[in-house]
């Protein structure tokens, strides 16, 4: 290869390097217009009406679903019991990007504040076992919990200096809360 050649080389390599960060940026904007057209065409057939925020945090889409205080009844009916009609409408929102894009999604599904308000239990929950393990020097088992609230809890238990673990299977897999030094 010459030195004419190599220089040619480098220099086509460079712009490649600088349109990585705008591709990353236009696929996660594609990912969130992607799944609020998913999730405002499920609104339409459901009959329900919502407002959709489209948010970007941390490299990561964040979709939520808020209405009218007289629609709010409505829009709990999709967060169910414990989340779980939640949950499993961010799994379809995900799988409707995945179709529509051919690459994982990330996203984070929201409806009516229901996963901010979950946070701050989850806080509160891992405060809690992080003090009994204090004072009992025992690991503490958490209740069965998705792999959002898990992520959140242990990084939660990580702020307080503590370890966390998941253990269990399927939908009764949870969190032990310990010292970490065992």
């Known amino acids: ?18 349109t990585e960060i705008p591709d990353v940026a ?9 799944a609020a057209d998913y999730l405002e065409e499920l609104l339409d057939i459901a009959d329900l009406d919502g407002d959709i925020d489209i948010e970007v945090r941390g ?3 964040y979709i939520s679903i808020a209405g009218e205080p007289e629609d709010g009844a409505s829009l709990r009916r ?3 019991s414990k989340g779980e009609v939640l949950d499993a409408l961010q799994e379809l929102t995900r799988l409707a990007v995945l179709t529509a894009t051919g690459s994982r999604s990330r996203l984070v599904l929201d409806i009516t ?7 701050g239990d989850l806080k509160r929950i891992a405060k809690e076992a992080a003090a009994k393990v204090k004072a009992s020097g025992e ?16 990084d939660f238990v990580a702020e307080l200096g503590m370890h966390s673990e998941s253990s269990g299977e399927g939908p009764r897999r949870h969190i032990v809360v310990s010292h970490g030094d065992s």
């Open 26 to 34: 236009s696929s996660i904007e594609e990912e969130g217009d992607i």
């Open 139 to 154: 690991d503490v088992p958490l209740d069965a919990m998705s792999a959002y609230e898990r992520k959140l809890v242990h």
């Open 78 to 80: 999709l967060i169910g």
């Open 59 to 61: 490299g990561r889409t």
């Open 1 to 18: 290869m010459s030195h004419v050649e190599q220089s040619d080389a480098i220099e086509t390599a460079t712009p490649d390097e600088e």
């Open 113 to 119: 504040g229901y996963r901010q308000g979950r946070a």
